[in-house]
Nanobody
Framework: QVQLVESGGGLVQPGGSLKLACAAS????????IGWFRQAPGKEREGILC????????YLADSAKGRFTISRDSAKNTVYLQMNDLKPEDTAIYFC?????????????????WGQGTQVTVAS
């Protein structure tokens, strides 16, 4: 069965970095778009970045540009989210999700499979 498991979250100081991992099983991640989303307390879930099956990086939020990047390790069937220069407003639960097809979308409805999320807290 399709499973996505996020890891790598934690507490980090402002200006710090974290690398989140999304380990996929039950399917080959190379054949699908994989997106990262986040949800802060009291806010709606928002898209951050997505990687297409052709490994094109697609930003889903302007706030991630210049600070976050996405990558894929096909051998490990894992997609990563590298986050640099973290700010307190980046505090949220971060989710990865598998798209319905090879492309990416900012519409969360395009992603039928989701992980459980990993907490990221940016605070001093």
């Amino acid at each position: 069965q399709v499973q996505l498991v996020e890891s790598g979250g934690g507490l980090v100081q402002p200006g710090g970095s974290l690398k989140l991992a999304c380990a996929a099983s039950g399917f080959t991640s190379d054949y699908y778009g994989i997106g990262w989303f986040r949800q802060a307390p009291g806010k709606e879930r928002e898209g951050i970045l997505c990687i297409t099956s052709a490994n094109y990086q697609t930003y889903l939020a302007d706030s991630a540009k210049g600070r976050f990047t996405i990558s894929r390790d096909s051998a490990k069937n894992t997609v990563y989210l590298q986050m640099n220069d973290l700010k307190p407003e980046d505090t949220a639960i971060y989710f990865c999700a598998r798209a319905a097809g090879i492309e990416c979308s900012s519409d969360s409805l395009y992603y039928p499979f989701w992980g459980q999320g990993t907490q990221v807290t940016v605070a001093s």
